[in-house]
């Protein structure tokens, strides 16, 4: 039931390395950031949902959303905010056509 998501984040990364093609004459640098489970409300609802259906605890489910991150935990906004920052500071300049995953070393985008 992940086709729709997995094909149109594929397709968002494919459109970065085009544009950052077509308009790195101008100077112009595009990048894309993939992020992992964030912590936040949305994710918080799903593991309640998910608690509720299953019978786990709440904190249970939370625990088993990073379990196949390397980092074992999920990532924080201020993490995918900084990424942003990054990639439009000058300390980027040389990155054009990339995608920063953002995930606590959960690599599957599906």
């Given at each position: 039931?992940?086709?729709?998501?997995s094909?149109?984040?594929?397709?968002i990364?494919?459109?970065t390395?085009t544009?950052?093609?077509?308009?790195?004459e101008?100077?112009?640098?595009?990048?894309?950031?993939?992020?992992?489970?964030?912590?936040?409300?949305?994710?918080?609802?799903?593991?309640?949902?998910?608690?509720?259906?299953?019978?786990?605890?709440?904190?249970?489910?939370?625990?088993?959303?990073?379990i196949?991150?390397?980092?074992?935990?999920l990532?924080?906004?201020?993490?995918?905010?900084?990424?942003?920052?990054?990639?439009?500071?000058d300390?980027?300049?040389?990155?054009?056509?990339?995608?920063?995953v953002v995930?606590?070393?959960?690599?599957?985008?599906?």
């Amino acid at each position: 039931m992940r086709g729709p998501y997995s094909v149109s984040k594929r397709g968002i990364i494919a459109l970065t390395e085009t544009l950052a093609i077509e308009a790195g004459e101008y100077n112009v640098r595009v990048n894309c950031i993939s992020p992992g489970r964030v912590r936040g409300e949305r994710v918080e609802k799903i593991a309640r949902a998910k608690a509720e259906s299953s019978g786990f605890a709440y904190d249970d489910v939370m625990a088993g959303m990073s379990i196949d991150c390397s980092l074992k935990r999920l990532v924080e906004a201020p993490e995918v905010a900084a990424a942003a920052v990054f990639l439009a500071s000058d300390e980027s300049s040389a990155i054009t056509g990339h995608t920063l995953v953002v995930s606590c070393g959960k690599h599957i985008l599906h």
